[in-house]
T-cell receptor, first 113, second 115 residues
Framework: LAKTTQPISMDSYEGQEVNITCSHN???????ITWYQQFPSQGPRFIIQ???TKVTNEVASLFIPADRKSSTLSLPRVSLSDTAVYYC??????????????FGSGTQLTVLP | DTAVSQTPKYLVTQMGNDKSIKCEQN?????MYWYKQDSKKFLKIMFS???????INETVPNRFSPKSPDKAHLNLHINSLELGDSAVYFC??????????????FGPGTRLTVT
């Protein structure tokens, strides 16, 4: 069962790039790494998912080193509305197969003006 | 259109009661989940169903029983509620690929308070 570790909190200023790292030392071969964003009183919202190397979409980039024991979520030019809790999730789900899904403890990102 | 919906949004009840939380998804996904988020914001998976079949059953008390009448619904029934059951419960769904990748869509949550 992959255990994940994230920083509890981070502060940044508007317009800066923010990098949040998640450690998952015993990630399994089939596991994917997924990042979610959660605002107060809402359910988590998918940001990005990757298996290895680098993945980029319209809102973020995900960097995964070759050993896959950690991953870094990169948010370019954050704004005040990016203030939220960010979770990394490690695991895999396939039809008919049981997989373990482990969320990190979450990182509270506060963007300051 | 709401993708994943849960009812009720708030649930206040007394110890010892039995309650249910309902979840529906209109995304046509194959897999649905229940998560518990405690006061410290830890998100922990409880159950997962794929095509109405249980595929993940974490160590939760057997007072918690999921029921999936069809692919679009996954309800959570809780017997003999205890104070420690107070939390926010999230339902989620995903359309899975053969390779194991997934993107989960979460509902708005049900805040359960046991007094």
């Amino acid at each position: 069962l992959a255990k994940t570790t994230q920083p509890i909190s981070m502060d940044s200023y508007e317009g800066q790039e923010v990098n949040i790292t998640c450690s998952h030392n015993n990630i399994a071969t089939n596991d994917y790494i997924t990042w979610y964003q959660q605002f107060p009183s809402q359910g988590p919202r998918f940001i990005i998912q990757g298996y290895k190397t680098k993945v980029t979409n319209e809102v973020a980039s995900l960097f995964i080193p070759a050993d896959r024991k950690s991953s870094t979520l990169s948010l370019p030019r954050v704004s005040l509305s990016d203030t939220a809790v960010y979770y990394c999730l490690v695991g895999a789900v396939s039809s008919g197969s049981a997989r373990q899904l482990t969320f990190g403890s979450g990182t509270q990102l506060t963007v300051l003006p | 259109d709401t993708a994943v919906s849960q009812t009720p949004k708030y649930l206040v009840t007394q110890m010892g009661n039995d309650k249910s939380i309902k979840c529906e998804q209109n995304l046509g996904h194959d897999t649905m989940y229940w998560y518990k988020q405690d006061s410290k914001k830890f998100l922990k998976i409880m159950f997962s169903y794929n095509n109405k079949e249980l595929i993940i059953n974490e160590t939760v008390p057997n007072r918690f029983s999921p029921k999936s009448p069809d692919k679009a619904h996954l309800n959570l029934h809780i017997n003999s509620l205890e104070l420690g059951d107070s939390a926010v419960y999230f339902c989620a769904s995903s359309q899975d690929t053969a390779g194991g990748s997934y993107e989960q869509y979460f509902g708005p949550g049900t805040r359960l308070t046991v007094t």
